[in-house]
């Protein structure tokens, strides 16, 4: 039986790992309700290790001690199967030798392997008299000893005979409680309910009994049964997706929690070198959902379910990358993400049931789960910081962050007096170099001064347009010399970045309001900038007051993100190697820019059937000017500007 430390390691590890379809029978009262839980045999192995194999080497003695007269010592384990049976096999030393006048006489040593086949019991007693309802343990059935080649050994056989009670009554004493991680998957559960069903999910989490345990051909399948005497019923609450302004609200500042819960499991999750497609998944997860929540904020009323949708989504696809990371290397250190595999796991399960067990996902739950994540208490607040972690997760380059900014500044004084053509006196420049927003530094946001520079002027558009245009070219062969781009595909992305700057902003990285220059924001106070790079989907890549105040900046982070989606996954589908198809592709990049990774297809629909957007059309008229240098075309959006 493991130690009371032990327990306690399981307790914080969570050694459950809640997998497969929730199995529902129905009664004449209620359900009876079956739920699989999963242990990966690196799991069980770490597990073993950690309670019995604490010796140096993964190692320990059965019986005596290194150089003493009989020692015989197991080491490395490793469960597998075998058909229904557990396979364990464990490296084998036996010494034995005849003790004399504190010597060993005639010592014969023998080293190889152990195989052993086991059947696995749930809640089997021990003897001790103790509540063995939850420990798993292990029943030793046959056994074989083998060659460091893994042949049978028929000469170590007589030492085994002698090993061998030893090695099985050794064995028979290991046992994993499930009791307490159970007690903390309660502890989880039982509060994200609805009211309407909290008696009965409460009755239902403590009535959980072992069912019966199996070997699969990766895991050890242990079932546990249950009882649910109410069914919650989702018809009386047809009226929940229409939700108030407040309610609103509280729903973005959880999805906000969600989120600070998403980036704090992925850069958990590549703590570790992932393999290419693991590392694409994370930077799809986390662009589809935040993707997902700007069109939510489009709509009138909010989905009430939209975090508990995207978290689950989240993680039905993040959940094997864990595993694969965890289970390659099993050490003490994974164990600690448990835990958090028996939780988000069991919400998987019981979200199978549908609307009936009504269970909603909270604050407080995503900060229970990070604490069982990162074994250690954490807020999750949604900082608006560059966060160097994401950036290496996009394989961006690093970027320099600048001083902490006054994000709340509203913008900057103008003085009354301009000339004709809209260009500040000379003086007044001057006075603002006295007053610097943040110091002139690489990598930090520019003074007052260099900001007035980007003032659209009220007649002189064409000498501004040029060194916008110039700060576009800059930033595009800052990316290309970066970035991996083929070749074949630079005049495109080349000609592309200054059209999207026309249509997104006009060339603005600020305008007047009140008298006052600020940054250029969306209609919907999301996006901002020359390249309207919308804060919420990019939080954390990009320093969000460098994006609002710095033209440079902001055009930069433009480039990249059209690289990104064009690197990472337009040219995943195709090579687009046909110069014809430029066009096309500039077009198609525009989509994905305003709408994310999922609008590749979705644009490919519109251009076939001819069904296309607005935004589609206005870039397109973008596109074909910026294509025919008619940069004329612009005075179109400055009038007035």
């Known amino acids: 039986m493991l130690s009371l430390h032990h327990v306690r390691l399981l307790l914080k590890s969570g050694v459950l790992c809640l997998l497969g379809l929730l199995l529902v029978v129905e009664t004449g009262v209620g359900q009876s309700v079956t739920l699989p839980l999963t242990l990966d045999y690196n799991l069980l192995t770490s597990l073993l290790v950690q309670s019995s194999f604490t010796d140096a080497g993964r190692s320990t003695s059965v019986v005596g001690s290194p150089g003493e007269c009989l020692h015989v010592k197991l080491s490395e384990p490793q469960f597998s199967n075998r058909d229904e049976l557990l396979r364990l096999e464990m490296k084998l030393f036996i010494r034995v030798g005849t003790e004399l006048g504190g010597k060993c006489l005639m010592p014969v040593e023998w080293q190889g392997y152990l195989e052993l086949f086991q059947e696995p019991q749930l809640g089997v007693s021990d003897g001790s008299g103790k509540d063995t309802d939850f420990v798993l343990s292990f029943k030793t059935v046959d056994s074989n000893v083998l060659t460091d080649d893994r042949k049978p050994a028929k000469i170590a056989g007589f030492l085994w005979k002698f090993a061998k009670p030893e090695v099985y009554a050794y064995l028979d004493r290991v046992g994993i409680d499930l009791a307490p991680p159970l007690s903390e998957l309660r502890s989880f559960l039982a509060p994200l309910f609805h009211e309407e069903v909290k008696e009965a999910t409460t009755a239902m989490l403590d009535s959980l009994h072992g069912a019966g345990v199996s070997v699969e051909s990766d895991h050890v399948r242990v079932e546990l049964l249950t009882e649910v005497e109410e069914i919650y019923d989702p018809a009386s609450s047809l009226d929940e997706n229409r939700v108030t302004e407040e309610e609103r609200q509280q729903l973005l500042e959880l999805w906000e929690t969600w989120d600070a ?168 420049v001057f006075d603002f170099f006295s007053t610097p927003l943040y110091a002139a530094e690489s990598g930090k946001v520019p003074t007052f ?24 070219d800059q930033a595009t062969e800052t990316v290309l010399a970066e970035q991996r781009l083929p070749e074949h595909l630079h005049d495109i992305f080349t000609t592309l970045i200054p059209a999207m700057a026309w249509q997104e902003s006009c060339f603005r990285q600020f305008v007047v309001k009140k008298k006052k220059l600020t940054y250029l924001l969306s209609y919907n106070n999301s996006s901002v900038g020359l390249m309207q790079i919308n804060e919420r989907v990019w939080r954390g890549l990009y320093d969000r007051n460098r994006l609002r105040w710095d033209i440079s900046y902001n055009a930069r982070a433009g480039c990249e993100i059209v690289d990104l989606y064009l690197r990472r996954y337009v040219l995943r589908k195709d090579p687009w190697d046909n110069p014809a198809k430029n066009t096309l592709l500039a077009r198609v990049l525009y989509s994905m820019y305003n709408g994310g990774p999922g609008q590749y297809k979705k644009f490919l629909v519109r251009e076939s059937t001819g069904k296309h957007f607005q935004s589609d059309r206005l870039f397109s008229e973008k596109l074909q000017w910026a294509q025919g240098n008619e940069w004329g075309e612009v005075k179109r959006c400055f009038i007035g500007g």
């Open 261 to 428: 819960f998403l980036v704090h499991l992925l850069t958990t999750l590549a703590a570790k070198p992932l393999q290419p497609a693991d590392q694409q998944l994370l930077v799809d997860v986390l662009l589809e959902t935040r993707h997902a929540l700007v069109l939510a904020l489009e709509q009138p009323s909010m989905e009430v379910d939209l975090v508990r949708v995207q978290f689950l989504d989240a993680w039905k696809r993040l959940a094997p990358v864990f595993r694969r990371q965890l289970y390659s290397e099993p050490s003490g250190d994974s164990l600690g993400f448990l835990a958090f595999f028996t939780a988000a796991d069991a919400l998987l399960v019981f979200d199978t049931m549908g609307p009936t067990l009504g269970i909603e996902i909270s604050q407080q739950g995503f900060l229970r789960l990070a604490r069982m994540l990162s074994g250690a208490t954490t807020n999750l607040p949604y900082k608006l910081e560059l966060d160097g972690r994401l950036r290496e997760i996009f394989q961006f380059s690093p970027m320099e962050e600048g001083t902490e900014p006054s994000l709340e500044m509203e913008g900057i004084d103008l003085p009354e007096e301009e000339s004709e053509d809209g260009v500040l006196p000379l003086s007044t």
């Open 449 to 472: 001064a260099e900001i007035l520079q980007w003032k659209v002027p009220k007649k002189n558009y064409p000498e501004y347009l040029a060194r916008v245009r110039k700060v576009l």
